[in-house]
């Protein structure tokens, strides 16, 4: 047992590291999952009080590969779960996890409420295009014309934009990535964690088997430009002007206009109050207005307006 | 209405009544609700019994109306087959439920509203301009405000209850509101406590005794409100809900309260994203709740089915209405069992409670918690549209007895813990806990080892199928059987559940002054039922199971054909309705007299 006397021991990949991933050899997770365990060697969060949150999908089997609380709870749902942990417990780091129909198309909903609540917390996507686990059916960013086995002569419907939507949502932090830049990538997730609020990242991670090179116009290896964003410096030079502003929903959306593969950075960063600072100043206040009586106090008070 | 018939003779006047039904007939905005809720006070504070009913337009503003109060200084059951008087507020208000009041019973009529019909029942009409009345004492006022100020202060007077309490309920009610408030109020209720009805006989002989109960600490209110503080007492301090009626009250209760003692309850996007942040509460390590109705439960059905496998606590209130589908959202039905029970797909046993009356809601809410966290799985707690808005006055509870004070386990694991043992309950370990073993439990809707690492083993999907089988068993070890109410054994055993308590109750007690040997059971607890029905059942010659649910492609209601599929005993038979309307006691007996004719 540990005893209070013993330094805390340094989190490490072998500490964070559990079972070995079920992914397809190739697959772009393994390095979004690699970066998640540098950034929190980097960042030195107490083990316990990481918690990985997934639904259902290839990358939602995430929890399971981090040694630490997780939950790998129901298709579509891991925001709304990971705000009520997220809400009732402001002394953990919550992170979410999960792929394009998870969170854009069965979760959708639940992306767009937690986007504009601005729960603290931080939503990892793992963007792939295509279904995986059930094999090759089209997705809510498959392109139109791609064949799968919903679509065999072409995806009809037009995909969505995970960058406008998040940012028209009301996100207070929306990046994105490219499984094979892995500095890029921490560099986002650092970012994201220490951003107070809804933090997402969306990362291009292809699926190998059911969409291969659906990414390579973004990955320089293989003959792709992988253009990250000039963020603006505010340094009053001329050059400036035409840096991307942050903090600006106009620059966010003419950026996620671009045409594939666009650009990758961070689109849109604001401060916001978040849900859990403005519900905690209710609570507070309640609990002031109250004078902190005990619950026995309360429930007696109350039973006796019902006389 | 019954009248002590002590000694009657010519010159004695009518002595005072036992009980009395009677029904507010008007439109919804006219504020009936508010005498109702008033007189239902006042019952509590008069150590009376009392239970109420009322109907609400599911459309958002107006639209008929009625709130009927069952007075008595007896046990009251139910609120009332047939009024002892109805005060109508308008010609419809009149029409569609003078059939409801008694023969020889009174109707109260607003004259420039209503133009009565001769009757051959011995009804008695007594008319009282009540709108023109009303806008006089409030100063010519256009806006027909008041009238249930002033139908409250003639009820006063009739009944001869105790003007100083109902006027400080006036003033605790409107009190804060303001000054111009509170003399309107009463401006309108002094006129109408005032009203001379002239010779009228009827006006000397109602007063309404008080309870010969010597409870003073009595408290009066509805089921939606004593769950939502049974939920509190219980020790629930989170919570995530969406509007449905008739859930919402306790929703927007909890939203309010919560944070008074530390807690949150947050309104979700949809019924999916309210379970699912219930479970976000509950995986936290915090006692939480959601809840709905019918709708709403059908769509957190996939999440409760991941409460059972991955074995954490949830209370989960389902308050019933009319269905399938949108169905009759403001009327009463108890069609919601099955669901309850095994509403999830796949084997996903879970505990179902149903409260009986008003008081039970309070208490079962605490049972509930106690359940949840003992055996670490969702618990649901039936109500129903007619528990979520009747009035009842009940005993206050004894706090310092049952409240619990919610804890979180962050308590250190050691390296023996595994998250899912196949031969001992499931502990919960919330996120903060530190595992001295070095290994972090996952939670998992997938099947698992005990560890929590999905697994798709045959033996391992039999052993924990059976371990989350054999804790609901468990449950029912710990349960007492239900009290008998009546001869323990005889003809007619009558089984009920949830808010049918009342009148299967008056019922039994009908049946039995009328020389039947009927005797009768309330389940509170439906999943898993509690053992030895068996021998209960063996000691009647029929056992008719009364439910407000359909009757089904066999001929047997919802709790019936679980309870024939577990004895096997075709004497099981129902008495089933779905009109939407609480069980009339005459329904009750009819049924009797079917089934043993």
């Known amino acids: 047992m540990a005893t209070a006397a013993e330094a805390p021991q340094k989190l490490t990949k072998k500490e964070l590291s559990a079972d070995h991933p079920t992914w397809c050899p190739g697959c772009g997770d393994f390095a979004v999952l690699a970066s998640f365990f540098k950034v929190l060697e980097k960042l030195q969060i107490p083990h316990e009080q990481i918690v990985t949150i997934a639904g259902i999908g290839c990358s939602s089997r995430f929890p399971y590969f981090v040694n630490g609380h997780g939950v790998h709870f129901i298709h579509g749902r891991a925001l709304p779960l990971a705000t009520g942990v997220s809400l009732g417990r402001p002394d953990l780091h919550v992170f979410a996890f999960g792929g394009d129909g998870d969170g854009y198309s069965i979760g959708g909903n639940h992306l767009d409420h937690a986007a504009r609540k601005n729960v603290n917390l931080t939503y990892v996507v793992m963007d792939n295009f295509v279904y995986g686990l059930t094999k090759k059916q089209t997705s ?69 088997i059911f969409y291969p090179g659906a990414f390579d116009a973004g990955n320089p290896r293989k003959g792709g430009e992988f253009d990250v964003i000039d963020e603006k410096k505010w340094d009053n030079t001329p050059e400036d002007e035409a840096r991307h502003d942050v903090t600006s929903d106009d620059d966010a959306f003419a950026i996620a206009s671009l045409d594939f593969p666009g650009k990758f950075g961070v689109f849109y960063e604001v401060d916001h109050p978040t849900k859990n600072q403005l519900e905690q100043k209710w609570i507070d206040s309640s609990r002031e207005k109250v004078k902190n009586a005990p619950a026995k106090d309360l429930l007696r008070e109350r039973f006796a307006a019902m006389k | 209405m019954e009248r002590d018939d002590q000694s009657p003779s010519d010159s004695t006047p009518p002595s005072d009544l036992q009980n009395a039904v009677i029904r507010f007939a008007g439109n919804s905005q006219d504020g009936i609700q508010t005498i109702g809720g008033f007189l239902a006070k006042l019952a509590g504070r008069s150590a009376r019994e009392v239970m109420t009913y009322m109907t609400i337009p599911s459309t958002i503003s107006g639209g008929p109306s009625i709130f009927q109060v069952h007075l008595g200084s007896g046990e009251v059951l139910s609120p009332g087959d047939e009024a002892d008087f109805l005060v109508a507020f308008y010609q419809h208000s009149y029409d569609n439920h003078i059939g409801s009041l008694r023969d020889g019973g009174v109707c109260i009529y607003d004259t420039d509203n209503v133009e009565p019909v001769a009757n051959e029942r011995g009804l008695q009409h007594v008319g009282i301009p009540i ?156 006692l939480s709740i959601t809840g709905s109705s019918g709708p709403g439960l059908s769509l957190k059905m996939e999440a409760l089915s991941y409460a059972v496998m991955a074995e954490l606590p949830l209370i989960v209130v389902n308050v019933q209405r009319g269905g399938p589908s949108t169905g009759l959202p403001t009327s009463v039905e108890q069609s919601d069992l099955m669901q309850a029970i095994y509403g999830s797909h796949g084997d996903a046993p879970r505990i179902v409670l149903a409260p009986k009356n008003v008081e039970d809601c309070f208490y079962i809410a605490i049972e509930a918690c106690q359940l949840a966290r003992k055996y670490s799985c969702p618990v649901l707690i039936l109500s129903d549209s007619a528990l979520a808005t009747r009035i009842e006055a009940f005993k206050e509870p004894d706090l310092d007895a049952c409240l619990i004070e919610p804890t979180l386990d962050q308590e250190p694991r050691g390296e023996e813990f595994k998250p899912y043992p196949v031969d001992a309950p ?168 079917k089934h043993t004719s």
């Open chain 1, 140 to 208: 809510p960013t498959s392109p139109q014309g791609f064949k799968s086995k919903t679509d065999p002569t072409g995806a009809i419907d037009r995909p969505i934009n995970p960058m406008k939507k998040l940012v028209s949502n009301g996100a207070t932090f929306v990046a994105r990535s490219h499984a094979t830049q892995v500095k890029h990538m921490m560099e986002m997730f650092e970012r994201a964690i220490l951003h107070p609020g809804f933090s997402v990242v969306e990362i291009l991670s292809e699926c190998v």
């Open chain 2, 131 to 286: 709108t023109s009345t009303t806008v006089e004492a409030l100063g010519g006022s256009t806006r027909e405000r008041g009238k249930n100020l002033f139908v409250l202060g003639l009820v006063t007077n009739l009944f001869k209850l105790d003007r100083e309490k109902v006027v400080a309920l006036i003033d605790r009610q409107f009190g804060r509101k303001g000054e111009d408030v509170i003399r309107n109020a009463m401006l309108a209720f002094d006129a109408g406590y005032g009203y001379s009805l002239g010779s009228d006989v009827l006006y000397q002989s109602w007063a309404l005794r008080d309870g010969l109960s010597v409870d003073t600490d009595r408290m009066t209110t509805d089921g939606n409100t004593a769950l939502m503080y049974g939920l509190i007492a219980g020790g629930v301090r989170y919570g995530s809900g969406y509007p449905i009626t008739p859930w919402s009250s306790i929703m927007e209760g909890l939203r309010s309260e919560l944070p008074k003692y530390g807690g949150l309850f947050v309104q979700a996007e949809d019924e999916l994203g309210a379970v699912s942040m219930a479970l976000g509460f509950a995986y936290a390590g915090h």
């Open chain 2, 426 to 593: 499931t502990r919960h370990a919330p996120p903060g806990t530190k595992m001295l073993g070095g290994k972090y439990p996952v939670v998992t809707g997938l099947e698992h080892d005990e560890w929590g690492h999905p697994s798709a083993s045959p033996e391992m999907h039999a052993k924990m199928n059976a371990k989350r089988r054999e804790k609901i068993k468990a449950v029912a070890a710990d349960l007492p059987l239900p009290e008998v109410f009546g001869e323990e054994s005889g003809d007619v055993l009558l089984v009920g559940w949830g808010s049918t308590w009342g009148p299967i109750r008056e019922a039994t007690k009908r049946a039995k002054d009328k020389g039947l040997s009927v005797s009768s059971i309330h389940i509170r607890h439906l999943n898993p039922l509690p053992n030895g029905f068996e021998e209960i059942f063996a000691k009647f010659k029929h056992v008719l199971v009364v439910e407000m649910n359909d009757e089904g492609l066999y001929g047997f209601g919802q709790l019936a054909t679980l309870l024939r599929a577990r004895y096997c005993d075709s004497k099981i038979q129902s008495i089933c309705k779905t009109d939407g309307l609480n069980f009339r006691i005459r329904e009750i007996l009819e049924g009797i007299t």
